[in-house]
């Protein structure tokens, strides 16, 4: 196998609004739920916030500079909502929006082609007091912005995104609540799914409406890899049923504009699906351009298991309300092998099935990994220099996988390396670090670890290297 990136393949990195940009009350901005939630006391480790983040508001130049030293030819990053239309409705603030512009032609004249996510989670309060996203008016809002958004941005944007990881912004949000809003109601997290993906179909078609024809539009999904304890049928079984949960109600109604067969009946205890009107899926079901996929670690799933110490090891943060609804009795397990900072089982292989899966389920879509990488606990050295030879190893295993995907068959265009710099990694604060780039958090000074360099060859020879201690 050549270990060769086909030509045009784009390398990234990718960030988020809220996890980096700070200035959270400048220039008309009004608080998002992440505003509110970060600010609520015991949510978040150490009572960590965004207000600051890592600034990049005020220091995006010099963090466009960096992403040119590094060879990038594409960044990924979000716009906030509540910067370009605070309230949720009603015309785009200019200031606002003049900092997307600022920073669209900056990439541009390094040579970085802007990939752009209108949704990361941050949703304005203002609309998250009208109901959020279990609130069907929520997907029109959300499709109103978008088509402001793709109004100023898309002569100059090509790549679009609508949502980044819906499966987080319905489940962590409104059913284990340990996301923004941080509410813990079953029936609430399936009505947001659903409007989550009216949301991502009403802004599709918006944003055809509102930009030039060439423009490429994706969503970016959290797609999951579950893996059962054995090949017993009622193991198989819990499998089926956490894959319809944390994929099939996305992709199916967007990919296929239809939910997975047994996912009504399997949640009927939950609610009655009566919130899916007629027209929904045609609505949500929108043609696409490419479809980011977004991947860390692998899951381990059995039917319930009496004895099961480690049944909720399903990654996704301490509460004591399941994020599943209507899963029924369903155990996670920590998958075997090393793991990240994060406690996430380190499995390439993950990848490289995921991809081969979404060739399949989508066959002549682009694919493009939206988001890869691992949080590790890093330090500068007496040098200064950081030091990240697991995070180096972690990009190897990943990007072989990518590469052997391409090798079967699978069209992937891109990657996108999660994240450009350390930032606030949401209910961990700043505690976990995911960036190729060290972030300072007293000066906020930003220095390129070693996997940043790696990276930075990486691009520049379009060829991985032998693996780390081969
Ligand atoms: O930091 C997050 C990002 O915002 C969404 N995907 C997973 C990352 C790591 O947890």
Redesign the pocket.
């Known amino acids: 196998m050549s270990d060769r990136f086909p030509p045009g393949f784009l390398w990234g990195a990718a960030t988020?609004a809220y996890?980096i940009e700070g200035a959270a009350a400048q220039d008309g901005r009004t608080p998002s739920i992440w505003d509110t939630f970060s600010h609520t006391p015991g949510r978040t480790a150490g009572g960590d916030t965004g207000d600051v983040a890592v600034d990049h508001y005020h220091r995006m130049r010099e963090d466009v500079a960096l992403m040119a030293e590094l060879g990038l030819t594409s960044y990924r990053f979000s716009v906030s909502w509540s910067r370009v239309q605070p309230t949720g409705r009603g015309p785009a603030v200019q200031r606002g929006l003049d900092f997307y512009r600022r920073l669209v032609d900056e990439l541009l004249h390094h040579g970085i082609a802007p990939a752009l996510t209108l949704y990361?989670w941050d949703l304005p309060q203002e609309l998250e007091d009208a109901g959020g996203w279990p609130a069907r008016e929520t997907a029109y809002r959300f499709a109103e912005y978008g088509a402001l958004v793709g109004a100023a941005l898309g002569d100059r944007v090509e790549r679009w995104t609508t949502l980044?990881?819906p499966w987080?912004s319905a489940f962590l949000g409104y059913a284990s609540g340990v996301h923004a809003p941080g509410r813990t109601d079953p029936a609430a997290s399936l009505r947001a799914a659903h409007h989550l993906n009216l949301a991502h179909g009403e802004a599709t078609s918006a944003l055809r409406a509102a930009m030039p024809a060439r423009n490429q539009i994706a969503v970016s999904l959290?797609s999951a890899v579950v893996r059962p304890r054995s090949q017993d049928a009622a193991d198989l079984d819990a499998v089926r049923r956490i894959d319809d949960l944390a994929n099939g109600i996305f992709h199916g109604p967007m990919l296929h504009g239809a939910y997975p067969e047994r996912l009504f009946a399997d949640t009927a205890s939950v609610t009655d699906w009566s919130f899916v009107h007629d027209g929904d899926p045609r609505a949500i079901h929108q043609p696409l351009d490419a479809l980011g996929l977004?991947y860390?670690t692998t899951s381990l799933v059995s039917a319930a298991d009496p004895h099961g110490a480690d049944a909720r090891a399903d990654g996704h943060g301490a509460s004591p309300h399941s994020p599943w609804p209507g899963a029924g009795a369903v155990a996670f397990h920590q998958p075997p092998g090393e793991r990240t900072a994060?406690g996430w089982t380190i499995d390439p292989s993950g990848l490289y099935d995921l991809l081969l899966r979404y060739a399949k389920e989508a066959p002549g879509l682009p694919l493009l990994v939206t988001?890869n990488g691992a949080a590790c606990d890093d330090a500068p050295g007496p040098d200064g220099a950081v030091h990240d030879p697991d995070r180096i190893r972690y990009l190897h295993g990943h990007l072989a996988s990518v590469r052997r995907a391409i090798e079967a068959g699978a069209d992937v265009r891109g990657y996108y390396l999660?994240?450009l710099m350390d930032n606030f990694?949401?209910s961990y604060g700043f505690g976990k670090r995911?960036g190729a780039v060290y972030v300072d958090y007293a000066t906020l000074a930003r220095t390129p670890k070693a996997s940043a360099r790696w990276y930075a060859e990486l691009i520049r020879t379009g060829e991985l290297p032998p693996a780390p201690g081969a």
């Open positions: 988020s996890q990361h980044n990881e987080c959290n977004n860390y994060m988001e999660w994240s990694e949401w995911f």
